[in-house]
């Protein structure tokens, strides 16, 4: 929730695009970061770094669909993100388990953050609103 506080600021000073490909790279690294041992303070600041990136990305991405959705398929768009979230959720923890069993706690900071990592650089191609024509 601390991440919400100053997203609205955030979005305005950056854009949406830039913060949620920010936000999900910083949540990435962080992660990926957790694999080696550290000291519990270390751990602490990545785990609330990685916690912040994780945080901005829900109301990022929703924003984000409202914006390029066409207005007859917002409806629509929200729809599909939800059915897709409901099916991360229970595909992904299945997963991660049958991935726990065999590689550890490591094995599955591992595979998240490769997933985050490989979503920030598809988020790279999404839609970029036009360019306005200066004459």
Do not use: K
């Not at 936000?23 to 694999?35: E, Q």
């Not at 726990?100 to 920030?120: D, E, H, M, N």
Request: proline share 7%; aromatic share 2%.
């Amino acid at each position: 929730m601390a991440s919400r506080l100053l997203l609205g600021r955030l979005v305005a000073t950056v854009g949406r695009r830039a913060l949620l490909i920010g936000t999900v790279a910083v949540s990435a690294a962080g992660l990926g970061l957790l694999l080696p041992p550290m000291p519990f303070w270390a751990m602490a600041v990545v785990v609330t770094v990685a916690g912040l990136g994780l945080g901005a990305g829900q109301p990022l991405t929703m924003s984000f669909l409202a914006e390029v959705a066409p207005a007859g398929l917002r409806g629509r768009a929200m729809s599909l993100r939800l059915t897709g979230n409901r099916l991360g959720q229970v595909l992904i923890p299945s997963a991660a388990g049958v991935l726990a069993a065999g590689a550890g706690a490591a094995g599955v900071l591992a595979c998240t953050a490769a997933g985050l990592a490989g979503a920030a650089v598809a988020a790279t191609g999404l839609h970029r609103p036009p360019v306005p024509e200066t004459e």
